[in-house]
């Protein structure tokens, strides 16, 4: 029999449970993490977190508990409607108005027999304000959400798209009649709209100044001030001057080879009159060994390299392969693949104990997907991830890759091995993550090509973002192992840049430390100027930062000419060489050195209180300052003037003479000690060079 064009009508008017249903009780925060949507459900009532499987919550809504949920010949009469709408008590609030839209829609899906409905597939799904800048607090911008359904029109969702703030303080959201974002105060302000299974940003910027800055001046030296300079006009931010040759010397030397400037170096530089000393500077750093000694450490700790129980030789051998692969610049892609597909002897072939790292195909997931992608999995172990793309069958399809590798001394591929997909229950299938299934063959190769190919995203954004925070002390998305569309970056278009730069270039990390390095937003001064006091990230002058566990103890050692010794190791080896953090190092320790044991790049500079008290009065200060073959007590016994020890540790403390006003103080502190108190008067002036905030900070 042909449907009649009234039956039509009728059957179209029957809301569609999984595109209309379920965004109700989304939007009334039933299907949340603290509600339903949990993973243990609520009050025996279990709804998919954020209706992310639709034939689930169907079958809990309608079948499960013999279909004591809804009531088809009385639909005012289900539980499903009186108890989100306060008819009933339980133990949530009252999250549906009676008379509202969301009531209206579920009584109408109830009266049809609460079908199902056919699958329907969003094909698209984007989130806008009304003005993206905004003059003045407590303005308020109008937002909007749209969606398309496969072969369908393009639908207004606004009422049904959930808009969060990422820090309800600053932007507070209006949803009565139409969706308003209130800014209350400056700054770039993210929303994520939820939408079904997507989310997206909405960004709200209140300039950080009252006046239009002109910056039409500024020098662009390459695509990174391009960028930075178009972003701090649109947030009406001067900029600071450009750091001094002293300042810029100490801060490119520890931040490319984790090491003080040598007191040549000090004296030279300034006197260099090259319009491209900058450049000469950079490139000598890069090709230096300080370079491969130092981003060997910061490698380890990215990739939690560490000595197993009775067996230092795999952590040998695996740092020496990062070093020499450092030393050649090995480009990243195939760096990346190497780790990946690496089999063998760990003892002999450094990266096969990449595999050894982590104790189980999930756990090397979870690494790869933080190192090779920049996002953060393991929130789609149990569900799907509830602000990124990822889902269940991706977290285990890509844990399913790594399931049959062998992780003793010989790392190999088995014959068998599988993790279990804790949505279906069955095997995982081996998955490129949000792409596709891998067939039979090699799934491990398979997915390191994926993840280096030239029109993957994932791998250059999330390299150069690590590079980005290594220079600046910040990513332009932070954290940096958190990429996702709902943690949008600072400046936007200048990873997208900066990333592509990075493939056409060839995987080349120094060619993208260079870039970063000679960038005028490098080079600033870290002294705000009036309007920029209150930046702290979008690059306006420089940001201090403390220096790591290992960079610090070997400062020290360097300033007072007396070595830290480690146990097993030859002396004069330096911290920033000890690449297992296994290896004994109590001074290392306290300074917040990390153990490795979980995700280290994050935190590397963190002792907190611990290590701020063992500097003011623990030995690894006093005993090198009071040491009688250390350099202070050698300036002394040599007979040199005040003046000359004064200056002697400024520079190769703070990389720079100290200025007229600092050494007549310190001068007259040592004359009025007199000569029976002018060591202890030296030794406390030492004390307060190594202690000081200049000191401990790259700045």
């Known amino acids: 029999m042909t449907a009649t064009p009234l039956l039509l009508a009728a059957l179209l008017a029957v809301p569609h449970f999984d595109t209309e249903i379920v965004p109700v009780l989304t939007k009334a925060g039933c299907n949340a993490g603290a509600c339903h949507g949990a993973a243990a459900g609520r009050g025996g009532f279990h709804l998919s977190l954020f209706g992310g499987d639709p034939a689930a919550d169907h079958e809990a809504i309608v079948h499960a508990l013999e279909g004591r949920r809804i009531d088809l010949a009385r639909p005012a ?51 806008t304000a009304s003005a993206s800048v905004v003059d003045r607090d407590d303005a308020e911008v109008g937002l909007r959400a749209v969606a398309r359904f496969e072969g369908g029109p393009e639908v207004d969702v606004t009422a049904w798209t959930v808009f969060t ?73 001067p900029v600071s001057p450009q750091a001094d040759d002293a300042a810029f010397l100490r801060r490119l030397r ?62 040998a051998a695996y740092t020496r392969w990062l070093r020499e692969s450092l030393r050649g610049n090995l480009p990243m892609d195939r760096w990346a693949k190497e780790l990946l597909t690496a089999t063998g002897d760990s ?46 069958d991706d977290y285990h399809g890509l844990a399913a890759v ?82 996702r569309a709902t943690n949008p970056a600072t400046h936007p278009r200048l990873l997208d840049r900066l990333a592509d730069d990075f493939v056409r270039h060839g995987y080349d990390l120094r060619r993208t430390l260079r870039l970063i390095a000679l960038s005028r937003a490098y080079g600033r001064s870290e002294t705000a100027v009036a309007g920029n006091e209150a930046d702290d990230r979008y690059y306006a002058r420089a940001y201090r930062r403390p220096l790591e566990p290992e960079v610090l103890a070997d400062a020290i050692v360097a300033v007072t000419g007396v070595p830290e010794v480690y146990a097993g ?37 963190a002792g907190g209180l611990p290590a701020r008290l063992h500097l003011l009065n623990g030995p690894l200060l006093n005993a090198k300052i009071a040491a009688t073959d250390g350099r202070l007590a050698g300036m002394i016994a040599a007979g040199k003037a005040d003046r000359d020890v004064v ?34 008067c030296l030794e406390d002036f030492l004390w307060g060079l190594l202690s000081s905030r200049d000191f401990a900070t790259n700045h």
């Open 77 to 127: 009469e289900s539980l499903l409607l009186r108890k989100p709408t306060g008819q009933l008590k339980h133990g949530g609030r009252v999250v549906l108005d009676a008379d509202g839209a969301g009531a209206k829609r579920l009584t109408e899906w109830l009266a049809a027999g609460a079908p199902r409905g056919a699958i329907r597939r969003l094909t698209h799904f984007a989130a």
């Open 165 to 237: 703030a990422a820090d309800p303080t600053a932007v507070s959201v209006l949803d009565k009649a139409g969706v308003t974002a209130v800014v209350h105060r400056r700054g770039q302000h993210d929303l994520v709209a939820r939408f079904l299974d997507r989310v997206e940003p909405v960004r709200v910027t209140r300039p950080l100044g009252d006046k239009p800055v002109d910056l039409a001046g500024e020098p662009r030296t390459n695509l990174i001030d391009e960028e930075i300079l178009d972003t701090l006009a649109g947030l009406r931010l």
């Open 254 to 315: 520890l931040d490319l080879t984790g090491t003080l400037p040598t007191p040549d170096e000090v004296a030279a530089y300034p006197n260099d009159k090259s319009e491209k000393k900058r450049a000469a500077l950079v490139d000598r750093l890069l090709a230096s060994d300080d370079f491969a000694d130092y981003w060997t450490l910061k490698f380890s700790r990215l990739l939690r390299v560490r000595s197993l129980p009775s067996e230092k030789q795999g952590v």
């Open 347 to 392: 003892h002999a072939v450094g990266p096969a104990n990449f595999a050894r790292m982590t104790n189980d195909a999930r756990a090397q997931a979870e690494l790869v997907s933080r190192v090779f992608l920049g996002a953060r999995m393991q929130c789609a172990n149990c569900h799907n991830h509830p602000l990124d793309r990822w889902t269940q």
């Open 402 to 483: 790594f399931a049959r590798l062998e992780r003793g001394r010989v790392v190999q591929v088995g014959a068998r091995g599988a993790v279990t997909n804790l949505r279906t229950g069955d095997p995982a299938v081996p998955r490129l993550p949000g792409t596709r299934d891998l067939g039979e063959g090699d799934s491990l190769g398979a997915f390191a090509e994926w993840v280096t190919a030239k029109d993957n995203p994932h791998f250059a954004r999330a390299q150069v973002n690590r590079l980005w925070r290594a220079l600046f002390g910040r990513g332009l998305v932070e954290p940096v192992d958190d990429l």
């Open 569 to 605: 190791t030859p002396p004069g080896t330096r911290a920033v060489t000890l690449y297992d953090p296994l290896t004994p190092a109590p001074s290392l320790d306290v300074l917040g050195r990390c153990s490795r044991g979980g995700a280290c790049e994050e935190n590397p500079a």
């Open 647 to 680: 200056a002697e540790f400024y520079v190769r403390g703070f990389g720079r003479r100290p200025s007229e006003k600092e050494l007549a103080a310190w001068l007259g502190r040592i004359a009025q000690a007199g000569p029976d108190g002018r060591r202890a």
